[in-house]
Structure formats: structure tokens, C-alpha cells
């Protein structure tokens, strides 16, 4: 009996990619590494607490009234959950990476990566980009990575 | 890039260089020690949920089988300069990881492959990664209480390491010899980057 499965019966439904909306991929364009560092703007917590619109939190509390989940893609019109608030604050001093992030949040690592890319779409972070794949950092690096290495 | 659309108005503040290190080797040889060694931070756990579709035609006559497998992965992290942060990555253990491992070891500067001399075939898959991709690594034995030592020439043979493969003793407890062995390791992916500058273009 597939009618069975409606609504509450379903159990949780607040499972990890519920909060990206079902979308497992971030912005094809960004390829977050695991060490690709976030950093946010100085104002930007305050101005991603105001993109997230008061009639949307009304709509989810309102009973009776299923909440359909939004079209696939950063929409960050509709309102920021939660946890894009709290990569944010997490990244407003120091610079966070990715790997980083998902412990502290504990999550997984494609959930952040996901809601990373929806604050980059927002253009509330920055990240960096990590040594180019397949390449080994040059010489100068290496060696300051050594001399960092003996100081410690 | 598409990354510089991420910069809106001017205030660029230089985030530091990321950089990362492979620590692999075998279940239980200690490579979540050796990182909470050199960490500054307590080794850190972050997990990926993997979906893997069941193969096509399998014993369930037709049903998709799909499970869902959670990968974890160790890391710690070592500030080197204003500019330079090091992160280190213990691998998952289990070798049917591979795909996570292809993730971790893109940009790596390096691997230290941590063996156990009680169990060496621990460490052959590591060893066998590392080689294949051409990660330039560098062979930690882990030196365990009353584990059996034996001479490093017994141990380089056994393995059969090239011989500049850098091969050490090492306690991975210690913060002084797990830093040793990363010095190590990225000197000798040093001499790697140098000695691929002055050849001729070849895969």
C-alpha cells in the first residue's frame, strides 16, 4: 500500500539534502576541494540574515499547508536555511575550509558543499581556490612549507 | 576563473595558501595519531554519504540495490606562516574507497604512508596508490610498543621501495617525529618538482 506513505507517516523527512533541497551537486561552475578556504564579508551575516524572507518561515509553520520543495538550483531568493547562516558567522573571522566546515557542522561534505556554492551565488563568500589539480605546488612554496615545518 | 565572481566590492583580504598532505596506510596503523601529533587543532571528522548503485544485473533479480555508505575522513591542521595553512588527511582505511582517495590526493604535496612491520601487507594498497598516481611519498614504520623492529634495508626490501623513496622510523605519538617525517616527505617531493622541471615534457 504505496497510500500508506503520505505526510507524517512518511517519518523524518529532515534528512541531510533536505536542506539543499534534494541537490547533491553545488554550482557546476565551482569545484569546492575539500581545503578550498570560505571567507566571508564583513557585513555579509547581517545581509544574508535579511535575504531570508519572513513569509517563508510563515509558510512552513502554517498547518496543514505541505511545503513543496523549490526548484532545483541556488535560489537564494527564497531564504537561507539555518546552516548558510552558521557557515557565515563560522567564516566571518578566520577563513574555514570546506573539510573544516562539515565537521564543525556535522554534515556531510557534499551538503557543504552545496550551501557553499548557494552563498557564493550570493556573493556573501569567497573561496579560495586550492593548488590546480594534477600539479604540484612550485618550488618556492615547497620550500617555505619545509622552512615552516622546522619553525614549528 | 569562475571563482572571481566571488569577489564583490574591493576589499581583498588575502585568505592564506591551503595545502594538504595524505596520510595513508594501513587499518589501524596509526595515522589519526600521527595527525593529532602535529595538529593544532584535535583531529577533526568529517563524513561524506555516498550513494553507490547496486550493479546492474545482480543476485536480487533485477532490483536496484542502492546503499548508502558513509565515508569518514581524519584531519588536523598546521598553520605554517600568515600565508600558509597544512592540512592533513588521514585516508579511509578501506581500499574500496579508491574514489574518495582520487578527491584527497588531487593537489596533494605529498603522502606519508604509515606501515606497521607486524603487518606490512597493510600498507601495500597505500603504497601501491601513491606509486601509480605519482604522489611523491614518503614511508613512515610506526614504531608501536614491543612491535618487532627490524633493520630499515629489511623493511625498504620487503616493500620494494625505489631508493629515493625516503624510509624513517618514526613515533607516531611524537609531534617532533611526525614532523620529522613530514619534513622529510616534502623535501623529497622537492627534489620530485625539481628533477620533473628539468625533463623534457612526458607524462
Given at each position: 500500500?504505496?497510500?500508506?506513505w503520505f505526510d507524517d507517516a512518511a517519518g523524518p523527512v529532515?534528512?541531510?539534502?533536505?536542506?539543499?533541497?534534494?541537490?547533491?551537486?553545488?554550482?557546476?561552475?565551482?569545484?569546492?576541494?575539500?581545503?578550498?578556504?570560505?571567507?566571508?564579508?564583513?557585513?555579509?551575516?547581517?545581509?544574508?540574515?535579511?535575504?531570508?524572507?519572513?513569509?517563508?518561515?510563515?509558510?512552513?509553520?502554517?498547518?496543514?499547508?505541505p511545503?513543496?520543495?523549490?526548484?532545483?538550483?541556488?535560489?537564494?531568493?527564497?531564504?537561507?536555511?539555518?546552516?548558510?547562516?552558521?557557515?557565515?558567522?563560522?567564516?566571518?573571522?578566520?577563513?574555514?575550509?570546506?573539510?573544516?566546515?562539515?565537521?564543525?557542522?556535522?554534515?556531510?561534505?557534499?551538503?557543504?558543499?552545496?550551501?557553499?556554492?548557494?552563498?557564493?551565488?550570493?556573493?556573501?563568500?569567497?573561496?579560495?581556490?586550492?593548488?590546480?589539480?594534477?600539479?604540484?605546488?612550485?618550488?618556492?612554496?615547497?620550500?617555505?612549507?619545509?622552512?615552516?615545518?622546522?619553525?614549528? | 576563473?569562475?571563482?572571481?565572481?566571488?569577489?564583490?566590492?574591493?576589499?581583498?583580504?588575502?585568505?592564506?595558501?591551503?595545502?594538504?598532505?595524505?596520510?595513508?596506510?594501513?587499518?589501524?596503523?596509526?595515522?589519526?595519531?600521527?595527525?593529532?601529533?602535529?595538529?593544532?587543532?584535535?583531529?577533526?571528522?568529517?563524513?561524506?554519504?555516498?550513494?553507490?548503485?547496486?550493479?546492474?544485473?545482480?543476485?536480487?533479480?533485477?532490483?536496484?540495490?542502492?546503499?548508502?555508505?558513509?565515508?569518514?575522513?581524519?584531519?588536523?591542521?598546521?598553520?605554517?606562516?600568515?600565508?600558509?595553512?597544512?592540512?592533513?588527511?588521514?585516508?579511509?582505511?578501506?581500499?574500496?574507497?579508491?574514489?574518495?582517495?582520487?578527491?584527497?590526493?588531487?593537489?596533494?604535496?605529498?603522502?606519508?604512508?604509515?606501515?606497521?612491520?607486524?603487518?606490512?601487507?597493510?600498507?601495500?594498497?597505500?603504497?601501491?596508490?601513491?606509486?601509480?598516481?605519482?604522489?611523491?611519498?614518503?614511508?613512515?614504520?610506526?614504531?608501536?610498543?614491543?612491535?618487532?623492529?627490524?633493520?630499515?634495508?629489511?623493511?625498504?626490501?620487503?616493500?620494494?621501495?625505489?631508493?629515493?623513496?625516503?624510509?624513517?622510523?618514526?613515533?607516531?605519538?611524537?609531534?617532533?617525529?611526525?614532523?620529522?617525517?613530514?619534513?622529510?616527505?616534502?623535501?623529497?617531493?622537492?627534489?620530485?618538482?625539481?628533477?620533473?622541471?628539468?625533463?623534457?615534457?612526458?607524462?
Amino acid at each position: 500500500m504505496t497510500d500508506a506513505w503520505f505526510d507524517d507517516a512518511a517519518g523524518p523527512v529532515v534528512r541531510p539534502y533536505a536542506m539543499t533541497r534534494g541537490r547533491t551537486r553545488p554550482d557546476a561552475r565551482l569545484r569546492l576541494d575539500l581545503i578550498a578556504l570560505v571567507t566571508a564579508d564583513d557585513d555579509a551575516l547581517e545581509r544574508a540574515e535579511h535575504a531570508a524572507p519572513a513569509d517563508h518561515r510563515a509558510q512552513d509553520d502554517a498547518p496543514g499547508h505541505p511545503v513543496h520543495p523549490g526548484p532545483a538550483g541556488p535560489t537564494p531568493a527564497t531564504g537561507f536555511a539555518p546552516e548558510h547562516l552558521t557557515i557565515v558567522r563560522r567564516c566571518s573571522g578566520d577563513p574555514q575550509s570546506v573539510a573544516e566546515l562539515a565537521a564543525d557542522l556535522d554534515l556531510p561534505v557534499g551538503v557543504v558543499r552545496v550551501l557553499v556554492s548557494d552563498l557564493v551565488t550570493a556573493e556573501l563568500v569567497r573561496v579560495t581556490r586550492p593548488v590546480p589539480p594534477a600539479e604540484l605546488p612550485d618550488e618556492t612554496v615547497l620550500r617555505e612549507v619545509i622552512d615552516g615545518l622546522r619553525a614549528l | 576563473m569562475a571563482f572571481g565572481r566571488s569577489e564583490p566590492g574591493a576589499r581583498p583580504t588575502p585568505a592564506p595558501t591551503a595545502l594538504k598532505i595524505l596520510v595513508a596506510g594501513g587499518f589501524g596503523v596509526g595515522k589519526t595519531t600521527f595527525t593529532g601529533a602535529v595538529s593544532e587543532i584535535k583531529p577533526l571528522r568529517s563524513e561524506e554519504a555516498l550513494t553507490e548503485a547496486g550493479r546492474p544485473y545482480d543476485d536480487l533479480g533485477g532490483v536496484e540495490a542502492k546503499a548508502t555508505t558513509t565515508v569518514a575522513m581524519d584531519f588536523g591542521r598546521i598553520t605554517l606562516s600568515a600565508s600558509m595553512v597544512l592540512y592533513l588527511f588521514g585516508t579511509p582505511g578501506q581500499d574500496r574507497f579508491w574514489f574518495l582517495w582520487d578527491e584527497l590526493a588531487q593537489g596533494a604535496l605529498g603522502a606519508v604512508v604509515l606501515v606497521d612491520t607486524r603487518r606490512l601487507e597493510e600498507s601495500f594498497a597505500a603504497i601501491d596508490y601513491v606509486e601509480r598516481r605519482g604522489i611523491p611519498f614518503a614511508v613512515a614504520v610506526n614504531l608501536f610498543d614491543g612491535a618487532p623492529t627490524h633493520p630499515v634495508p629489511t623493511v625498504r626490501a620487503a616493500l620494494d621501495l625505489d631508493p629515493d623513496v625516503p624510509l624513517l622510523l618514526c613515533d607516531a605519538r611524537r609531534r617532533e617525529s611526525a614532523r620529522e617525517v613530514l619534513v622529510a616527505l616534502v623535501e623529497h617531493s622537492l627534489r620530485t618538482a625539481a628533477a620533473r622541471q628539468h625533463l623534457p615534457a612526458a607524462p
